[in-house]
């Protein structure tokens, strides 16, 4: 009896496969940083592991004529940060190219 009436008060019981982690909706966040004077630094974060950032990176650099770097940080994992104001540009390639949904991408800033 008690283990039967344990269940029915189980917080997640009824979260069951309706909330997988495997499938949780992961956003690329794009965002924009102030460096100093006009200089401003492109940053993404949350790209899936599927795509290969390194890849990624070196696409963004050629084809944006900008620097970038591969940044890995402890809370959010692999960042990418790139030279200037490129978010526009940077989710029209992961959609084109990384076959993301438009509406994985947030863009932040200004």
Do not use: W
């Amino acid at each position: 009896m008690s283990s039967h009436h344990h269940r029915s008060i189980d917080p997640f019981a009824d979260l069951g496969d309706s909330v997988d982690p495997g499938t949780q909706q992961e956003y690329i966040h794009i965002r924009i940083q102030q460096r100093n004077g006009r200089k401003t630094l492109t940053t993404i974060q949350g790209i899936p592991a599927t795509l290969d950032k390194k890849r990624l990176l070196k696409i963004f650099k050629k084809d944006f004529a900008c620097n970038g770097t591969l940044v890995e940080d402890e809370e959010l994992g692999s960042v990418i940060q790139l030279q200037g104001d490129q978010r526009t540009k940077v989710s029209t390639l992961l959609i084109t190219e990384g076959g993301i949904d438009k509406k994985q991408i947030k863009i932040h800033g200004f």
